[in-house]
């Protein structure tokens, strides 16, 4: 007899296939516990609606998460974290973070466990995929930088200045700041000096200038 598989059979079949089994296995197994139908003409006709509502049904999921992950490939994340000298978190940013900041950024409600990533736990740029069922996962950016350097970062990348989460580990880059702090403080007092001793020598002649009239 030829059914209609109403529900996934090991080793028959996938739900909505026509498959051939023994009229006895049909009619004292599978139709009465509904794990099957016969696959009359009307049943199959009816079958074949609903399998072409399905794909359907498919075509636009896939159509939408195929928009989705274009909307979420390439955003960046940025944390602000405690961490040690060598780089390592006082804790993690975990992918419940991960999905929470997504959403806020580009309004993605992801979940969490499509997020493709233990938490994370060092400082540094981090490549997280978002498993979709797409063939090629879209991938966020997932920056970490020491809580105590997150304003100086955002103001850098505000500037235009490619400054990287392990930049702001060197001792370096804290050096050239506090260089750079420096000489612009020691440039606007020299101009204010400059100009207080341009001033000098006028005052004093108006000074001289003045006692000779009276």
């Known amino acids: 007899m030829q059914v209609i598989l109403l529900q996934d059979l090991y080793k028959h079949g996938v739900v909505g296939e026509v498959v051939k089994v023994a009229d006895g296995f049909a009619r004292n197994y599978l139709i009465p516990n509904k794990m099957a139908i016969q696959a009359t003409p009307g049943a199959l006709k009816q079958t074949e609606t609903v399998r072409q509502n399905v794909e359907a049904r498919k075509a636009q999921y896939n159509n939408m998460l195929n928009e989705l992950a274009r909307q979420i490939d390439g955003v960046e994340l940025i944390f602000g974290r405690r961490a040690a000298s060598t780089g390592k978190l006082f804790g993690s940013v975990t992918t419940q973070e991960i999905a929470d900041e997504l959403d806020r950024a580009t309004g993605a409600d992801i979940n969490r466990r499509r997020i493709s990533q233990q938490s ?95």
């Not at 920056?143 to 001792?171: C, K, N």
Request: hydrophobic letters at 40%; zero cysteines; a negative charge.
């Open 120 to 214: 994370l736990r060092e400082v540094g740029t981090h490549q997280v995929p978002v498993r979709l069922g797409n063939e090629t996962p879209p991938m966020l950016t997932v920056t970490i930088v020491p809580e105590d350097d997150l304003l100086e970062f955002l103001a850098a990348r505000e500037r235009g200045e490619q400054v990287s989460a392990e930049d702001l580990m060197t001792e370096g880059f804290r050096y050239q700041t506090s260089a750079e702090d420096a000489v612009e403080s020691e440039t606007a007092e020299d101009i204010d000096g400059e100009d207080a001793a341009d001033e000098a020598p006028a005052a004093l002649e108006e000074a001289e200038l003045k006692a000779v009239v009276e």
